[in-house]
């Protein structure tokens, strides 16, 4: 298993442009999450799916759109990009319950680093 | 609303020089209590799972123990292979979702 892959791994963007983040998990999981990592914040969620066709916001969802049209994929797009979305950007999957019925533990891809000028 | 804090925000350690993480935290209905690892460059990598006061969980060099209020990873003997930036989140009531503290950045010198 390849477990969660993100594509791409770096990307250059100027500002006002746009891009699409892709996500793929093969563990089929039903939850799926979309965080960004920077200095001394550490990892803030921006959207989350608890299942395919469900989106919801987190706690940063400005700026950014999701959409899960198949299980095992989790799309972030940026339409205008801003020098404030310079980031780290991590995805990550999850079962709907943990062991015990508690939360579940993520499991998280690569990451995708993001600068934008 | 859930919060997570982590201390102390850097630990240097000599290999073989045993101490602890700090995880403080406060929320609603816990689900969970998480600790991951995760090294420069790379994806938090899961760790251990707790989910009632008095637990505890064991791996390798790594123990996690949880109270009402906090847990700790106690690190035994280190090696320099166990630096990285270790992250606690906590689940709330809101399934699924976790919320992570700032972490630890642990360096062990040989």
């Known amino acids: 298993n390849a477990g969660v892959t993100q594509t791409p791994k770096f990307r250059v963007l100027k500002t006002g442009q746009s891009m699409t983040l892709l996500c793929a998990q093969d563990m089929n999981h039903e939850y799926m999450y979309w965080y960004r990592q920077d200095p001394g914040m550490g990892l803030r969620l921006i959207h989350y799916?608890?299942?395919?066709?469900?989106?919801a916001k987190g706690e940063v969802p400005d700026g950014y759109n999701v959409s899960r049209l198949k299980k095992q994929n989790f799309l972030l797009g940026l339409e205008s990009a801003a020098p404030s979305q310079t980031s780290v950007y991590f995805c990550a999957s999850s079962v709907a319950r943990g062991t015990s019925g508690g939360g579940p533990a993520q499991y998280f891809g690569p990451g995708t680093r993001l600068l934008v000028l | 609303e859930d919060q997570v804090t982590q201390s102390p925000e850097a630990l240097r350690l000599q290999e073989g020089e045993s101490s602890s993480l700090n995880c403080s935290y406060t929320?609603?209905?816990?689900?969970?209590l998480f600790w991951y690892r995760q090294d420069p460059g790379k994806g938090p990598e899961f760790l251990f799972t707790?989910?009632?006061a008095g637990e505890e969980k064991e791996k390798e060099r790594l123990k996690a123990t949880l109270t009402k209020k906090e847990s700790f990873l106690h690190i035994t003997a280190p090696k320099p292979e166990d630096s990285a930036t270790y992250l606690c989140?906590?689940?709330?009531?809101?399934?699924?979702?976790?919320?992570f503290g700032d972490g630890t950045t642990l360096t062990v010198k040989p």
């Open positions: 799916s608890v299942g395919e066709g469900t989106t």
């Open positions: 707790l989910y009632s």
């Open positions: 989140a906590v689940g709330g009531t809101n399934a699924g979702k976790s919320t």
């Open positions: 929320v609603s209905g816990l689900r969970g």
